[in-house]
């Protein structure tokens, strides 16, 4: 197949940062993307609707003459409380509340100590059916990097569906056969997304001919044995499975240092990416579900209405790209993409 057209899709998993980087990137998404839900982890996390509401304005301006429709989140804390629920049950625009382990991530640091914290927070959510998004990582130190996230499964997420069995729960950015097995056999109200990147990588690609830091990311990438469960669960055809593609801009020299940032730029080429993880697998035929319907029935969204078409012809990756006065450098850097957007 040389083109396919499928209707425009949804990423369910996006950071955009603010200001003037945030204003260089969501052109990128809104070129391809009708919506996408807006991860809430800045430095001031966005904890109130106020807030939210604020940081939308933001991200409508810098996509003007699009349509695209930002779909806000709120970040979760300690104090997170049911009466800020039921404000986000009323709002128009918030559609889920993230939970990020403290420390687990970029700006992470004011997330929840401990979920007994936000009890009341998740039975609100819980009978209002506000979506948790779940940054599925443990943050113990002593427990292998590479296995933070089947950890979390076991010691968090488990409990956590048993405590309150009808909560909608995205289990973000799956990197393990843990995760899509855990999903599969879970509840329908227990969805993942799954991002382009680790669809085409493992964690060789962290060390190819020396330490490559635009490869690094949270949760981390796994052996090959995980990726191609990923690729399996997201071509299966599967409504629990959607796409998220966790794009997450840093300056270059916050990527290339010391202790360089997690986070991979995907923004750019991101239907060009999973099209090809999705050609790669023989299964285009799945890409149209995967990218443009699963997501938005979990969110209750109606469908969108416009297509975009992908054609399959080489081009290559700019170098790097504006990130306000700074740069990022996107995934495939100077290297090619199989397949572009018309
Ligand atoms: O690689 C990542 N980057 N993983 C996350 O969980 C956060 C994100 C970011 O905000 O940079
Ligand atoms: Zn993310």
Known sequence: M???????????????????????????????????????NLAEPITSVAQASNYRDQILSASQGTGFTPLMTLYLTDKT???????????????ALKLYPAGATTNS???VTDLKNITP?????????????????????????????????D??????????????????????????DFVSQASENIVATITAHHLLMNRNDIFTGGIRPHHYCLPVLKRETHRQALVTAATSGSAKFFLGTDSAPHPQDAKE??????????????????????DNANALDKLEGFASFYGANFYGLERNTKTITMKKEKWQVPESIALGDKTVIPLRANEFCEWRLV
């Open 155 to 180: 010691s968090v997420l488990t409990p956590l569906i048993k405590q309150f069995p009808h909560l909608k729960v995205v289990l973000e950015h799956i990197t393990t056969q843990q995760a899509v």
């Open 257 to 278: 240092s010391a202790c360089g940032c997690a986070g991979i730029y995907t923004a750019l080429h991101a239907m060009e990416l999973y099209t090809e993880a999705f």
């Open 2 to 40: 040389q083109t396919i057209t499928i209707t425009q899709p949804d990423d369910l998993h996006l950071h955009v940062r603010d200001g003037q980087a945030l204003q260089s990137v969501v052109p990128d998404t809104a070129k391809q993307f009708a919506r996408a839900i807006i991860m809430p």
């Open 81 to 95: 409380d049911a009466a800020i629920i039921k404000e986000v049950s009323e709002s128009q625009f918030i559609h």
């Open 121 to 153: 927070a998740l039975e609100a959510m819980q009978s209002l059916g506000i979506p948790l998004l779940v940054h599925g990582e443990v943050t113990d130190p002593s427990i292998d990097i590479f296995d933070r996230e089947q950890v979390f499964i």
């Open 109 to 111: 640091d004011k997330g």
